[in-house]
């Protein structure tokens, strides 16, 4: 189903914060893997920056944390308590749930910390963005294999088309720890990413009052057992031609996140998100598919595989706005 139309309603992406190994943030993206992004980029984004309360969280939720924070830099909510969280992470907290796991077979349940037992919550990450930024809305983790961050941008945009929120904090994050090492190692092996994307989802007309310019219109969404079904689902609402392809496919203007980055899981619908807002910043296209998961393990439109189907999401470019308001004229 499309999360929307392009008549001035759908929900748009208003702000981008990454916390990536390697990138400083959504435009180096789109650069090639080999062409490398300087010395200003992040070797690794949580490095010398623990600060108050960050100590005892798990890798996941800080680079989550660090991500979100550079999204809302300079940014403030009108209302927090009508503000979403949605969290996709397929690894997560992996790591405190192994250390728990260890600590019972070594000492039983008597070697615990009750201090820690919240840490073992699958929406331990989604919970700790919503306590640091005081964000009441729905607060919900997916955990849906590769196509989870497509997921998370269509559900931030269904919770604000039904009216549950006025905004939404989405974040994709995968991080590299020994037990998430091991697993990508027993499957499949390859480099993998380490870091978190976040996105802000708003209603078109929460956007326009608070003054913030829009990077995306999130015009159609679908998924389907099937790559052309999810795509067509995505795209029927949608007349042009499609002007880029963010996914793993034989396509001229095509780029594949998977080669820059490594398996992403469930952060990579978010980064693919991310990487359209900055497409649209740097050239003249009106639209952008992402398109995650995949029909046939092992090979597909992400590069990654997955049995759990295909997620499609179109992007298309913000209608230009005038001095006074209005759509349709140049930007003033």
Avoid at 4 to 29: H, K
Avoid at 63 to 68: G, P, R, S, Y
Avoid at 191 to 209: K, M, N, Q, S, T
Wanted: net charge negative.
């Amino acid at each position: 189903m499309p999360a929307g139309t392009p008549d001035g309603t759908a929900p748009v992406i208003t702000g981008c914060g990454l916390a990536v190994s390697g990138l400083r943030d959504e435009y180096d993206l789109l650069e090639p893997a080999e062409a490398g992004v300087g010395a200003a980029a992040d070797r690794d984004p949580d490095a010398g920056r623990a600060g108050a309360g960050m100590r005892h969280k798990d890798r996941a939720s800080r680079l989550a944390l660090h991500a979100v924070r550079r999204a809302l830099d300079g940014v403030e909510l009108h209302d927090p308590a009508a503000t979403a969280v949605i969290v996709s992470s397929n690894f997560g907290n992996l790591d405190t749930v192994c250390d728990f796991t260890d600590t019972i077979a070594a000492e039983t349940v008597t070697g615990l910390s009750p201090i820690r037992v919240p840490h073992m919550s699958s929406n331990v990450t989604a919970g700790w963005v919503a306590i640091e930024h005081g964000l009441r809305g729905p607060n919900i983790t997916l955990c849906s294999g590769t196509t989870g961050g497509l997921d998370a941008v269509f559900w931030a945009a269904a919770l604000l088309t039904a009216g549950r929120a006025e905004a939404a904090v989405v974040v994709g994050v995968e991080p590299d720890t020994a037990p998430v090492a091991r697993l990508h190692r027993e499957h499949g092996g390859g480099p993998w990413l380490d870091g978190a994307a976040c996105l802000v989802v708003e209603r078109p007309e929460h956007a326009r009052a608070r003054g913030v310019r829009t990077r995306a219109v999130i015009t159609g969404y679908g998924r389907a057992a099937g790559r052309a079904d999810a795509v067509g689902q995505a795209t029927k609402a949608y007349d042009r031609p499609i002007a880029r392809w963010v996914a793993a496919v034989a396509h001229a203007s095509a780029l594949d996140l998977t080669a820059r980055l490594g398996r992403c899981s469930g952060a990579l619908g978010v980064l693919q998100c991310a990487a359209a807002a900055a497409w649209f910043d740097r050239s003249g296209d009106d639209s952008v598919l992402a398109v995650a998961g995949d029909d046939h393990i092992g090979a597909g439109s992400d590069g990654e595989g997955d049995p759990g189907g295909v997620a499609a999401v179109l992007l298309t470019r913000p209608e230009p706005v005038r001095a006074g308001g209005g759509p349709h004229d140049t930007e003033a």
